[in-house]
Each structure stands twice: as structure tokens, then as C-alpha cells.
């Protein structure tokens, strides 16, 4: 599958290897704008759309396997024989198969507020909160967020699930494959890497705040990533949004060390 992609940076003048950033649930490659822009002036930056999310091809199926596989496509495409890895939350589990299924393509792997286990179900009620919305009766953005109020009151929430939100031949639509998404949560919410190792650099980052990587977690994530590193930045799952410049210095400490 050919993902979307966003490139950023000059890929000739930059310094060290291309760097690739994966978004989590109902996200896009949009939401890395900061980030992206600031890596940018060293690296050339490549933010993704997951299948079944932003500008991305649609697929009833979606296993880690598959994405990593989508991933490999796109360096092939591009012509990256090794890159830099960053992933958030479900971009995270998908960035550690990527690591242990194709290791050679890597220099280094971040993964942001996410650990190996299983989850549990947190997002199925949302999931059927934006399909039961009837979008044809909808004319607004705003009617759409008063319809998803009672079910998800949390308003920042909300803005970010709306940002899914297009308006196609004068209709409202929501671009994510919700359907799929529902289909395939069960198996999202499910480990990852249970059987292998990866031992080159890797940097794990955690919210303080958050509940998504607990101690016992940096045990079972140091067992299987054996040349990890973890930092812990005080924000909840969020992190790259809500402490921008301590998770940039974070990084760009973590890609110049040898």
C-alpha cells in the first residue's frame, strides 16, 4: 500500500539519516507540525498517514505486520535504505514491529508513550460514537461536535476527532476508515514484539502523568529493547503537544549521540 506522506527538509544538506514520524489512533501525519518543523533544519522529516487514517488508502484489514510492510514500501519508494523512527501511541507499537521485523532498516527508534503489552479496550465507544453521528443531516463542524457531546465530553477530545472531518461534493465525511478501525481494534490493542529482540539505540519517552507505560512496563520493554533509554517528560499521553520543547531536546540529544 502507498502511504501519504509529508516531507520537510533538504535530504542532501541534511545531517544523518532520514527521520519518520508515525502518528497514533484517529491521528494523521498533520499532527506533527512542531516537531517536524523544527527537525526539519537538520534532517529531512517524513510524517505518514497510517492506513485507514488522513490521506491514506483505505484496507478492511490492519495488523502491525501489514503496516510495517506499508512502511518498508514507502522507503523503498523513496529510496531509504536506513532511517530514523519515531512513533506515538499506536504509531509506537507500529514503530517497534517495524524495528524488529525489518532491523537493518533502522539507524534509531523512538516510540513515545506506549509500551509492548496489551491494552485494554479504550476507544471502541468513540469509534461508535463518530459512526452513529447521521453526517447528512450534519451542516456544520460544530453540529457534528454538539452531536458527539453526550457520548464524548471531553472537548479536546472532541476538536482532535473533528479534525477527521471533510466536506466532499458539499457533504460532510469523516476521512478515517472507522469501520476498519473498529473491525481491527481488537487486534491493535494487542502486544507487539513478545518474541523478539532489538538491540540498536532506541528511546522510549513516557508522560508522567499518563498511565500508557508504567514502571513494570520499562522491565518488559528493557528485556526485548535491550539497548534502550527511557525519559519521562511531565505531561499526560500527549506529550510531543503538551511539552514541545523539553520532548524536542529529548530527541535531538537522543539522534546526535553516537
Same mark, same amino acid.
Given at each position: 500500500m502507498q502511504l501519504h506522506y509529508q516531507t520537510l527538509g533538504d535530504p542532501i544538506s541534511?545531517?544523518?539519516?532520514?527521520?519518520?514520524?508515525?502518528?497514533?489512533? +484517529?491521528?494523521?501525519?498533520?499532527?506533527?507540525?512542531t516537531v517536524a518543523k523544527? +527537525?526539519?533544519?537538520?534532517?529531512?522529516?517524513? =510524517?505518514?498517514?497510517?492506513?485507514?487514517h488522513g490521506r491514506s488508502p483505505h484496507s478492511d484489514s490492519q495488523t502491525y505486520t501489514e503496516m510495517a510492510d506499508d512502511l518498508l514500501e514507502l522507503c523503498d519508494t523513496l529510496g531509504l535504505d536506513r532511517i530514523h523512527l519515531l512513533g506515538h501511541s499506536l504509531g509506537g507499537k507500529m514503530a517497534m514491529q517495524f524495528a524488529t521485523q525489518y532491523p537493518d532498516k533502522l539507524e534509531k527508534l523512538i516510540v513515545v508513550d506506549m509500551a509492548i503489552r496489551t491494552y485494554p479496550d479504550a476507544y471502541t465507544h468513540i469509534i461508535d460514537?463518530?459512526?452513529?453521528?447521521?453526517?447528512?443531516?450534519?451542516?456544520?463542524? =460544530?453540529?457534528?461536535?454538539?452531536?458527539? #457531546?453526550?457520548?464524548?465530553?471531553? #472537548?479536546m477530545v472532541r476538536q482532535f476527532l473533528l479534525m477527521n472531518l471533510v466536506k466532499s461534493e458539499n457533504k460532510l465525511a469523516w476521512r478515517i476508515n472507522l469501520a476498519a478501525l473498529r473491525a481491527n481494534y481488537p487486534h491493535l490493542i494487542q502486544a507487539v514484539c513478545e518474541h523478539t529482540r532489538y538491540e540498536k539505540p532506541s528511546l522510549f519517552i513516557r508522560g508522567e502523568r499518563s498511565d500508557y507505560v508504567r514502571d513494570t512496563d520499562i522491565t518488559h520493554i528493557s528485556s526485548h529493547f535491550t539497548n534502550a533509554q527511557f525519559s519521562t517528560l511531565a505531561a499526560n499521553h500527549w506529550v510531543h503537544a503538551e511539552q514541545p520543547q523539553a520532548f524536542i531536546e529529548v530527541v535531538a540529544d537522543f539522534l546526535a549521540s553516537s
Open positions: 541534511g545531517k544523518g539519516q532520514p527521520l519518520i514520524l508515525l502518528h497514533g489512533l +484517529f491521528g494523521s501525519g498533520d499532527n506533527w507540525g523544527h +527537525f526539519s533544519q537538520h534532517y529531512q522529516v517524513i =510524517s505518514v498517514d497510517l492506513r485507514n460514537a463518530m459512526m452513529a453521528v447521521d453526517l447528512s443531516a450534519m451542516q456544520s463542524r =460544530s453540529d457534528v461536535d454538539k452531536a458527539l #457531546t453526550s457520548k464524548i465530553p471531553h #472537548t
